[in-house]
C-alpha cells in the first residue's frame, strides 16, 4: 500500500531525507553533515558529489528507519539550499569543480560592473532580483571562465548547468533529465519573472549560454522518475522548490497576504502576494512562490543576515548562557530592557536596510545594565529586523497580514515570539510540524500524483502549537519601535566606505 512521500530536503550544512504519512506526520528522518569548503576568504564551496551520496544515504536510512520500501512511496518532493551552482559534463555526470555555494562572493566585482554600468533597474524589472554574487548567474559565469576549456566545452553543449534540485534529478535519473523548477530558476538572474523562462538579454547580460541550462518545471507535476536500481522501484519525482519557498508552502500560506518567517541562524520571511509579479520599491526580492497547476504564485522575500547567530554570540562570543535556549530564562529574568538596544548588525544590514557598512552597536548602557538586559536586547534585535521586513512587505504589497507564521530554531522561544507579535500588532502562530521546509516539498509532489487532493485539504493539515497574541499598548511599541530606529541609526554607516 501507498503510504508516504519522501522528501528530501538539501540544505546547505547538512542532507536529510524525511518520510511523511497522509496526515502530513513523520514518519522517519535522517541527516547526514558534510565538508564546507572555504578555499580563500570570501569563498564557500560543496562537493557536488558528496552532496549526492549524503542524499542518497539518508532517503535509504529513512526508509529503512520507518520499514519503508520503494513501493509504500508515492512520489519524492525535493527542496534545496537555492543558488549553490553545480556545472557538470553531461558524458561523465563528473561535476567540473566543486559546486559554488550561495554564501561565496566571489563573483562580487563583477556583480559592482553591472551595477555600475546602470543594469541593475533592468536586471530588477526582469527578474525581480537584485543584482548581487548570491544568484546563481554570475557563479555560472565563474565557472565557464575559470575552468580551463570549460566556456568551449559549454557552446559546443557538453556541459549542464544546475542548482542542487537539478543536480540530484539528473543523478536520480540516471542522467537522462535536466530540469529545474521555476522557484530555483527565480534565483539565477537568468529567469524572466514575469514568463518564466529564460531571458535572452539577461543570458547575453550575465554571460551564460543556453546550451547549459535545465528545462524550467513547474514546482508540482510529473517531472521524471529514479531509475528503478536507486532505491528498488522506479519512484516518481513529483515536486521541487528552493527551501524558503518549500517553507512557505509547507506553512500552507495559499492566500496572498499570508507570510512565514523561518528564525534560523538569519531569518528569511517571505509573503505570498498573488499571481502578479509586484516589483519592490523597498528593496525586497520578488521571486516565484509555486507553479501549480499551471499557476505561478508569487512571494515577495526579505531576509536579515544576524538573528539566530545573535544568540549564538551570546553563547560563544560573550558566554554569557552555555546554550541557546538558556537565553529565554535569563531574558525572562528583568521585566524589560532597561533601555538597552542591541543592533546585530555584525555583516552589515540587509532588507529593506541594505547597509553593508552598518556595524553592530549596543547602546542605552546604564550603570544598571547586566546580562539579563543584553539577552533581552539581544532577543528584541531580532524582533525589530523582522518587524522592519515586514512594515516594508506590507508597503510594497499594500496589504496586512492578519498572523506571522514562524519556524526555525529560534522561534522556540516564547519571550522573542510574544515580543514579535507585540512589535508587529499581530500574532504569531507557530505550527505543531515545523519541519516545514520538507513538509512543502512533499507537499508539493502529493499533490502531484493524488496523494493529497488540493490545497484545502493541505490546508486542514496546518495545526496550531501555539499562537501569541500582541498584547502590548500601542504607544509603548511606538516608543520601543523608536528607539530601534534610533538605535540603528547609530549603526549605520559605521564602517569607512572602501574606495572603489
Ligand atoms: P539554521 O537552519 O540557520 O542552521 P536553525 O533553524 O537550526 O538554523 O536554528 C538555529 C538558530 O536558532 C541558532 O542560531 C540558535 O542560536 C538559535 N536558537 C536555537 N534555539 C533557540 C532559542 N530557544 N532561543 C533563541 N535562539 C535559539
Redesign the pocket.
Given at each position: 500500500m501507498v503510504q508516504a512521500i519522501l522528501a528530501l530536503d538539501q540544505?546547505t550544512?547538512s542532507s536529510r531525507a524525511i518520510l511523511f504519512d497522509h496526515g502530513g506526520n513523520i514518519l522517519a528522518v535522517a541527516q547526514q553533515e558534510f565538508e564546507q569548503i572555504y578555499p580563500q576568504a570570501g569563498w564557500v564551496e560543496h562537493n557536488a558529489e558528496e552532496i549526492w551520496t549524503t542524499q542518497l544515504t539518508v532517503a535509504k536510512q529513512a526508509m529503512a528507519k520507518a520499514k519503508i520500501s520503494a513501493a509504500d512511496i508515492a512520489a519524492i518532493g525535493i527542496t534545496n539550499q537555492r543558488e549553490t551552482t553545480v556545472v557538470w559534463d553531461r558524458k561523465t555526470s563528473k561535476p567540473i569543480a566543486n559546486a559554488i555555494v550561495w554564501q561565496d562572493r566571489r563573483t562580487s566585482a563583477f556583480c559592482d560592473q553591472l551595477r555600475k554600468a546602470g543594469q541593475d533597474k533592468l536586471i530588477q524589472q526582469k527578474t525581480g532580483l537584485v543584482v548581487d554574487a548570491y544568484f546563481s548567474g554570475s557563479k555560472i559565469r565563474w565557472l565557464l571562465d575559470n575552468v580551463p576549456g570549460a566556456r568551449q566545452r559549454a557552446e559546443k553543449g557538453e556541459l549542464a548547468f544546475g542548482t542542487i534540485d537539478t543536480w540530484l534529478i539528473w543523478k536520480m535519473t540516471g542522467g537522462k533529465t535536466h530540469v529545474t523548477d521555476i522557484t530555483n530558476a527565480s534565483r539565477t538572474l537568468l529567469m524572466d519573472i514575469a514568463t518564466g523562462d529564460w531571458d535572452e538579454q539577461m543570458l547575453e547580460l550575465i554571460g551564460v549560454p543556453r546550451s547549459v541550462l535545465p528545462q524550467i518545471h513547474a514546482s508540482s507535476g510529473q517531472i521524471a522518475a529514479t531509475t528503478s536500481d536507486l532505491l528498488g522501484k522506479a519512484i516518481p519525482i513529483a515536486g521541487i522548490a528552493g527551501d524558503q519557498q518549500a517553507a512557505l508552502f509547507g506553512q500552507a500560506c495559499f492566500q496572498p497576504g499570508m507570510a512565514k518567517n523561518?528564525?534560523?541562524?538569519?531569518c528569511f520571511m517571505l509573503m505570498n502576494i498573488g499571481d502578479k509579479p509586484t516589483a519592490s520599491k523597498n528593496k525586497l526580492l520578488t521571486t516565484a512562490g509555486w507553479q501549480v497547476n499551471s499557476k505561478t504564485t508569487y512571494a515577495l522575500e526579505g531576509s536579515v543576515f544576524i538573528?539566530?547567530?545573535v544568540?549564538?554570540w551570546l553563547?560563544d562570543g560573550l558566554k554569557i548562557i552555555k546554550s541557546?535556549?538558556e537565553?529565554?530564562q535569563l531574558a525572562a529574568s528583568v521585566p524589560d530592557n532597561g533601555g538597552v538596544y542591541l543592533v546585530p548588525a555584525f555583516a552589515g544590514l540587509g532588507a529593506p536596510h541594505w547597509d553593508q557598512y552598518a556595524r553592530g552597536i549596543i547602546t542605552g548602557l546604564t550603570r544598571g545594565a547586566t546580562a539579563a538586559h543584553l539577552a533581552r536586547a539581544a532577543?528584541e534585535g531580532i524582533a525589530y529586523q523582522v518587524a522592519d521586513v515586514l512594515d516594508a512587505m506590507q508597503q510594497d504589497a499594500h496589504v496586512k497580514i492578519k498572523e506571522l507564521r514562524v519556524d526555525?530554531?529560534?522561534a522556540?522561544?516564547n519571550l522573542?515570539m510574544q515580543f514579535q507579535a507585540d512589535m508587529l500588532g499581530v500574532p504569531t502562530v507557530r505550527p505543531k510540524i515545523t519541519e516545514t521546509t520538507a513538509l512543502g516539498a512533499a507537499y508539493l509532489a502529493g499533490l502531484a500524483v493524488g496523494f493529497w487532493k488540493n490545497l484545502d485539504e493541505i490546508a486542514h493539515h496546518w495545526l496550531v502549537e501555539r499562537r501569541f497574541e500582541p498584547r502590548m499598548p500601542a504607544d509603548e511599541v511606538a516608543q520601543h519601535r523608536s528607539r530601534w530606529s534610533e538605535a540603528l541609526r547609530r549603526a549605520a554607516e559605521w564602517e569607512p566606505r572602501t574606495s572603489s
Open positions: 540544505g550544512t523561518t528564525y534560523g541562524t538569519g538573528a539566530g547567530a544568540v549564538q553563547r541557546a535556549p537565553i529565554e532577543l526555525g530554531g529560534a522556540a522561544n522573542l
